[in-house]
């Protein structure tokens, strides 16, 4: 079915500003984004696949205070303590890298080891931080459900005065959780009181501390009941800690704190080993309920390590061709290694598997003797697979094909059941397509990569990590890390290059009339000197075999050991570098790069920069003219980019994220299909306010603008580009906005219409006429929100903005601009209102030395007629446009079929004075010169 606006109401003209265009240089093929590639499904990296590698905990804390003297380094409340997830010692053995600004380069200046870390805090027990009210003598609280029965957390109460001062916690008492339920208390939310920031509160000996704190479990254990005596006329706060003192600490103490500065940048490391978390790492919860918690969880055999069955125990272990997990089971047991691959269509986390498609579970397995195992998929009606595992390393494969499609929204697990007596050693245990290899592109990832015809092909696993990460080794293996959802450098460059050098991808470049399918490399930014110089090795260096051994080296010989003989830059027209993600993003503080004293972090974002493409620079072979230098920018707040770009010496592009809509574009989360006002906003991406409230087309020529700027007396000029474009989204709890799932159903309707594809065609088409270099979709995957195109299950269709992209790609490259209002007449336009508002037109100076115009009509309540007066042309016109309204939609199995793109020669003569068109409201026509 297709979907229609139900009422537009009363006609009122777009507010739209018309821009004059500036003089851009020739625009760069737009790029995309892609979360990961390679055919292995699986959830929230907390299962066995690629190489199974305990997670690295890669992160940078600024400490408040360094005491020299104690070697004792000092962190602000909920720092190193992650909230309510870690205990004292869980960064014990790890090491501490440190970086400074030193005379506006970044250096490594020292690395030491963590001695002893110490973690108290103090949260309290309402979902925010609250006081109760005066008077108030009691609390109830239901512990979460993921609270491990048994746990013992301290209970204690603080009064508070008028001006948000606290006094000193009560004699803490402790409570042991029972039979977790859901949350809740017996407190009206209308009586309780903000409190800014309940450990940072100041403190006072002034006022008493409340007395005769009680807590009792209520209700079959299921909850707890907290009384008081209170303090009179005050409110009060109720608070826990998993410690008795009740004080808040977080510190750490190093082996070396003699070359540590207060104003340098610190990074984290440390490979944790599964088997001991249960002793110092983790509070007392279950299950793997949150994606720092995940991390913990053993791979594929699931549970806490000191919860695992009786006779059943792990661990890890490496040989030369890398880690493994050795699994023990004794006689009488049987254990599942195990993964949540798959569920029914009535959810959208796992994979629906298709009784269409033939699957594999692939396996690289030793066992200590002849073992006979067995693989099952459960929920699809496929029968158990045994395979005779010996006691050499062997690859083992197994297909299957569901006899049934799941509905149900139950998760279901593919497993190899180990029986006992065994010791089982695991390499790998992935689950994805048959007749394609583990982390190889599948036919869906080739077909959409190529389609895209874009010029750079970001990758986005790699920075994408949440505070846990990788080292370099990790990254430049054939297979990655759970950090990383199994994904390396190494196979992406090897699906890119695959893909560029197949018939489709030649006959493709050859068509577009540019390079298609280069690198564009995120990396974490806190690599060693040694790992950037592998890095270098691995990317630009012949292998010497006779050169003595370094870093650089050991980077080249891994690629050759990989058979790739050729550096990896000779294989490519261009490679782009960025470090991190959004590095200002306080939403994640893991990327984020704070200020420290002296240096704001803005300019450790260009620092940082500097010095991995200094290090790439530094690598023997390195060519110049195959690389360039991304800064991620921020389009709300300029002095961001200025500090990015002043403390860069090698940036050559800066940008940011600018969606069609959605949240992060400011709008509201309940933006509505069916709402005439929301199908305005969206067409009229150009307008829509972001936090600063100027609109995309004040926003994209003032960075361009910047940049001109800045590149002035710089010895590399930085131009203006872009990342993370097309459809925008909502997401309930995203940035603590609230939306129901029917809201966020009616916003992907919304901005997965052909309207919505008219909006993301503008956007790329204006922001290459004001200067930007080219514009990034975000993102070429399957799925909702952003992604290019619906599930299999939804029918597999790619939406209509992904193909507006991919037909820019394809046939609009060259010099654009818009045009201004004495070259468009719009012929219906009585108040004069529609001609450069409603009505926005392109024209491409394409690179055949033909050229195409693209006729945009913003308005979703009225067509245009619109007359383009530069169109005088002594050959033929081919019309290019997408069927069906601007409503219609492609996101369902139903409705698949209802948006493509149709190609039709317009009669000879037509076109040959003007170009006289009709555009629908909120449709986009492409007419392209035939000579």
């Given at each position: 079915?297709?979907?229609?606006?139900?009422?537009?109401?009363?006609?009122?003209?777009?507010?739209?500003?018309?821009?004059?265009?500036?003089?851009?240089?020739?625009?760069?093929?737009?790029?995309?984004?892609?979360?990961?590639?390679?055919?292995?499904?699986?959830?929230?990296?907390?299962?066995?696949?690629?190489?199974?590698?305990?997670?690295?905990?890669?992160?940078?804390?600024?400490?408040?205070?360094?005491?020299?003297?104690?070697?004792?380094?000092?962190?602000?409340?909920?720092?190193?303590?992650?909230?309510?997830?870690?205990?004292?010692?869980?960064?014990?053995?790890?090491?501490?890298?440190?970086?400074?600004?030193?005379?506006?380069?970044?250096?490594?200046?020292?690395?030491?080891?963590?001695?002893?870390?110490?973690?108290?805090?103090?949260?309290?027990?309402?979902?925010?931080?609250?006081?109760?009210?005066?008077?108030?003598?009691?609390?109830?609280?239901?512990?979460p459900g993921w609270y491990r029965r048994g746990a013992v957390m301290w209970?204690?109460?603080?009064?508070?005065?008028?001006?948000?001062?606290?006094?000193?916690?009560?004699?803490?008492?402790?409570?042991?959780?029972?039979?977790?339920?859901?949350?809740?208390?017996?407190?009206?939310?209308?009586?309780?009181?903000?409190?800014?920031?309940?450990?940072?509160?100041?403190?006072?000996?002034?006022?008493?501390?409340?007395?005769?704190?009680?807590?009792?479990?209520?209700?079959?254990?299921?909850?707890?009941?907290?009384?008081?005596?209170?303090v009179p006329g005050l409110r009060h706060v109720v608070a826990r800690s998993?410690?008795?003192?009740?004080?808040?600490?977080?510190?750490?103490?190093?082996?070396?704190?003699?070359?540590?500065?207060?104003?340098?940048?610190?990074?984290?490391?440390?490979?944790?080993?599964?088997?001991?978390?249960?002793?110092?790492?983790?509070?007392?919860?279950?299950?793997?309920?949150?994606?720092?918690?995940?991390?913990?969880?053993?791979?594929?055999?699931?549970?806490?390590?000191?919860?695992?069955?009786?006779?059943?125990?792990?661990?890890?272990?490496?040989?030369?061709?890398?880690?493994?997990?050795?699994?023990?089971?004794?006689?009488?047991?049987?254990?599942?290694?195990?993964?949540?691959?798959?569920?029914?269509?009535?959810?959208?986390?796992?994979?629906?598997?298709?009784?269409?498609?033939?699957?594999?579970?692939?396996?690289?397995?030793?066992?200590?003797?002849?073992?006979?195992?067995?693989?099952?998929?459960?929920?699809?009606?496929?029968?158990?697979?045994?395979?005779?595992?010996?006691?050499?390393?062997?690859?083992?494969?197994?297909?299957?094909?569901?006899?049934?499609?799941?509905?149900?929204?139950?998760?279901?697990?593919?497993?190899?059941?180990?029986?006992?007596?065994?010791?089982?050693?695991?390499?790998?245990?992935?689950?994805?397509?048959?007749?394609?290899?583990?982390?190889?592109?599948?036919?869906?990832?080739?077909?959409?990569?190529?389609?895209?015809?874009?010029?750079?092909?970001?990758?986005?696993?790699?920075?994408?990590?949440?505070?846990?990460?990788?080292?370099?080794?990790?990254?430049?293996?054939?297979?990655?890390?759970?950090?990383?959802?199994?994904?390396?450098?190494?196979?992406?460059?090897?699906?890119?290059?695959?893909?560029?050098?197949?018939?489709?991808?030649?006959?493709?470049?050859?068509?577009?009339?540019?390079?298609?399918?280069?690198?564009?490399?995120?990396?974490?930014?806190?690599?060693?000197?040694?790992?950037?110089?592998?890095?270098?090795?691995?990317?630009?260096?012949?292998?010497?075999?006779?050169?003595?051994?370094?870093?650089?080296?050991?980077?080249?010989?891994?690629?050759?050991?990989?058979?790739?003989?050729?550096?990896?830059?000779?294989?490519?027209?261009?490679?782009?570098?960025?470090?991190?993600?959004?590095?200002?993003?306080?939403?994640?503080?893991?990327?984020?790069?704070?200020?420290?004293?002296?240096?704001?972090?803005?300019?450790?974002?260009?620092?940082?920069?500097?010095?991995?493409?200094?290090?790439?620079?530094?690598?023997?072979?390195?060519?110049?003219?195959?690389?360039?230098?991304?800064?991620?920018?921020?389009?709300?707040?300029?002095?961001?980019?200025?500090?990015?770009?002043?403390?860069?010496?090698?940036?050559?592009?800066?940008?940011?994220?600018?969606?069609?809509?959605?949240?992060?574009?400011?709008?509201?989360?309940?933006?509505?299909?069916?709402?005439?006002?929301?199908?305005?906003?969206?067409?009229?991406?150009?307008?829509?306010?972001?936090?600063?409230?100027?609109?995309?087309?004040?926003?994209?020529?003032?960075?361009?603008?910047?940049?001109?700027?800045?590149?002035?007396?710089?010895?590399?000029?930085?131009?203006?580009?872009?990342?993370?474009?097309?459809?925008?989204?909502?997401?309930?709890?995203?940035?603590?906005?609230?939306?129901?799932?029917?809201?966020?159903?009616?916003?992907?309707?919304?901005?997965?219409?052909?309207?919505?594809?008219?909006?993301?065609?503008?956007?790329?088409?204006?922001?290459?006429?004001?200067?930007?270099?080219?514009?990034?979709?975000?993102?070429?995957?399957?799925?909702?929100?952003?992604?290019?195109?619906?599930?299999?299950?939804?029918?597999?269709?790619?939406?209509?903005?992904?193909?507006?992209?991919?037909?820019?790609?394809?046939?609009?490259?060259?010099?654009?601009?818009?045009l201004q209002p004495h070259l468009v007449q719009v012929l219906n336009d009585?108040?004069?209102?529609?001609?450069?508002?409603?009505?926005?037109?392109?024209?491409?100076?394409?690179?055949?030395?033909?050229?195409?115009?693209?006729?945009?009509?913003?308005?979703?309540?009225?067509?245009?007629?619109?007359?383009?007066?530069?169109?005088?042309?002594?050959?033929?016109?081919?019309?290019?446009?997408?069927?069906?309204?601007?409503?219609?939609?492609?996101?369902?199995?139903?409705?698949?079929?209802?948006?493509?793109?149709?190609?039709?020669?317009?009669?000879?003569?037509?076109?040959?004075?003007?170009?006289?068109?009709?555009?629908?409201?909120?449709?986009?026509?492409?007419?392209?010169?035939?000579?």
């Open positions: 079915m297709t979907y229609h606006v139900s009422s537009l109401g009363v006609e009122t003209a777009p507010n739209l500003i018309f821009a004059k265009a500036l003089n851009p240089a020739l625009p760069e093929t737009h790029t995309a984004t892609t979360g990961r590639l390679g055919n292995a499904f699986t959830v929230n990296n907390a299962v066995v696949k690629g190489r199974l590698v305990p997670p690295m905990q890669l992160r940078t804390f600024q400490p408040q205070a360094i005491d020299h003297a104690s070697r004792t380094l000092t962190f602000p409340p909920r720092t190193i303590g992650d909230y309510d997830v870690w205990r004292s010692g869980w960064l014990d053995g790890a090491d501490v890298i440190v970086f400074r600004n030193d005379d506006g380069q970044a250096v490594q200046v020292g690395q030491t080891r963590v001695t002893a870390s110490e973690i108290s805090q103090i949260l309290p027990l309402h979902s925010s931080e609250r006081a109760m009210p005066a008077g108030a003598t009691e609390f109830r609280w239901s512990p209970i204690a109460v603080a009064a508070l005065d008028a001006d948000g001062r606290c006094g000193p916690w009560s004699m803490p008492v402790s409570y042991t959780v029972g039979a977790a339920a859901a949350v809740q208390d017996n407190t009206d939310p209308a009586l309780l009181v903000a409190v800014p920031d309940l450990v940072h509160q100041d403190r006072t000996d002034d006022i008493p501390a409340p007395s005769n704190v009680q807590a009792i479990s209520l209700n079959d254990d299921r909850t707890v009941q907290v009384t008081w005596t209170p998993y410690t008795p003192e009740f004080r808040q600490i977080e510190t750490l103490t190093v082996e070396d704190s003699s070359f540590m500065r207060e104003s340098d940048l610190f990074t984290f490391r440390k490979r944790f080993d599964h088997t001991h978390r249960a002793e110092n790492l983790l509070v007392d919860r279950v299950w793997d309920v949150s994606a720092i918690i995940s991390r913990f969880g053993m791979p594929g055999l699931g549970g806490f390590a000191d919860r695992l069955p009786e006779g059943v125990s792990y661990e890890f272990m490496s040989d030369e061709d890398g880690p493994f997990i050795r699994l023990k089971v004794a006689s009488g047991h049987t254990h599942p290694i195990q993964s949540a691959t798959h569920a029914g269509t009535e959810q959208g986390w796992y994979a629906v598997l298709d009784p269409g498609r033939t699957y594999n579970i692939h396996t690289v397995l030793r066992a200590s003797a002849h073992l006979d195992l067995t693989l099952r998929v459960n929920g699809v009606g496929v029968a158990d697979m045994t395979r005779a595992v010996t006691t050499e390393w062997t690859a083992h494969d197994a297909e299957f094909t569901p006899a049934s499609l799941r509905t149900n929204s139950t998760p279901q697990y593919s497993q190899i059941l180990v029986k006992g007596p065994a010791q089982l050693d695991v390499r790998q245990f992935t689950v994805g397509l048959a007749g394609t290899a583990p982390f190889a592109a599948t036919p869906a990832e080739k077909e959409t990569l190529l389609n895209s015809a874009a010029g750079h092909i970001r990758f986005h696993t790699f920075c994408k990590t949440s505070p846990w990460s990788y080292t370099m080794d990790d990254l430049l293996s054939d297979v990655g890390v759970p950090a990383t959802q199994g994904c390396s450098l190494p196979q992406h460059l090897r699906i890119l290059k695959d893909l560029r050098d197949s018939p489709e991808g030649r006959e493709l470049a050859t068509r577009a009339g540019h390079p298609i399918l280069n690198p564009w490399l995120q990396f974490e930014a806190f690599m060693t000197d040694d790992e950037l110089a592998m890095l270098g090795g691995f990317l630009c260096t012949p292998y010497d075999p006779d050169a003595a051994d370094s870093p650089t080296k050991r980077g080249a010989a891994r690629r050759v050991s990989q058979g790739q003989v050729r550096p990896w830059q000779d294989e490519f027209d261009s490679l782009r570098i960025e470090i991190g993600n959004e590095n200002w993003n306080p939403l994640a503080g893991f990327f984020l790069l704070p200020s420290t004293p002296g240096t704001p972090g803005g300019a450790w974002n260009g620092l940082l920069l500097d010095r991995t493409a200094g290090a790439i620079m530094a690598a023997p072979g390195y060519q110049a003219d195959k690389f360039s230098y991304y800064l991620g920018g921020w389009a709300v707040n300029e002095g961001w980019n200025r500090t990015s770009i002043a403390a860069s010496r090698h940036a050559d592009f800066v940008g940011y994220a600018d969606y069609n809509g959605g949240w992060d574009s400011g709008l509201s989360a309940a933006l509505s299909a069916d709402d005439p006002a929301a199908v305005q906003a969206t067409l009229a991406n150009t307008t829509i306010p972001m936090r600063n409230r100027q609109p995309r087309l004040t926003r994209m020529p003032r960075l361009v603008n910047l940049c001109h700027e800045m590149s002035q007396g710089r010895a590399k000029p930085i131009r203006a580009m872009h990342y993370e474009a097309g459809p925008g989204y909502v997401m309930d709890g995203l940035n603590g906005a609230s939306a129901t799932p029917e809201q966020i159903a009616s916003q992907e309707r919304l901005l997965k219409s052909v309207a919505g594809g008219t909006a993301t065609l503008d956007a790329f088409l204006y922001n290459s006429s004001v200067g930007v270099v080219s514009t990034n979709f975000f993102t070429l995957e399957e799925g909702d929100y952003w992604k290019a195109r619906a599930k299999w299950e939804h029918g597999g269709a790619f939406n209509p903005a992904y193909q507006w992209f991919c037909f820019a790609n394809q046939y609009l490259g060259g010099r654009i601009s818009l009585g108040d004069g209102k529609a001609q450069g508002d409603a009505v926005r037109v392109y024209l491409v100076q394409r690179k055949d030395g033909t050229r195409a115009f693209a006729i945009v009509n913003v308005d979703p309540l009225k067509q245009h007629e619109v007359r383009v007066r530069l169109a005088g042309h002594k050959g033929g016109w081919t019309r290019h446009h997408m069927t069906g309204d601007m409503m219609t939609s492609n996101i369902t199995a139903e409705t698949a079929a209802s948006v493509t793109i149709l190609s039709e020669d317009m009669p000879d003569g037509w076109g040959a004075g003007s170009l006289d068109v009709t555009i629908p409201p909120g449709k986009t026509e492409v007419y392209i010169e035939r000579v």
